[in-house]
């Protein structure tokens, strides 16, 4: 294993871990940016109320997109594991 093949195992990761979190992460911000509007057009400024709804948020859209998450996990730990029984 040369420094190519390592740049590119650590480079498949962290995109492998990106699309994984990205519908999480994206659905978290929506909300977020949401409850911040109605806390500034209603001028509450309750520190709590940001979390219940993005936990809520965040376990639907892990549900939905657990499939496709564990798809993508299942391609990278197949190519990785693809590299190490060609010898990389």
Known sequence: MNEADAIDL???AIW???VAAAPAVGAAMLVGI???LIQALTQIQEMTLTFI???L????VAAVTASF???QIFAFTEEVYGRIS???
């Open 10 to 12: 650590v480079q498949s």
């Open 16 to 18: 492998t871990i990106i």
């Open 34 to 36: 949401a409850i911040a």
């Open 53 to 55: 709804p993005k936990i």
């Open 57 to 60: 948020v965040i376990f639907a």
């Open 69 to 71: 998450i564990g798809a």
């Open 86 to 88: 060609t010898g990389f």
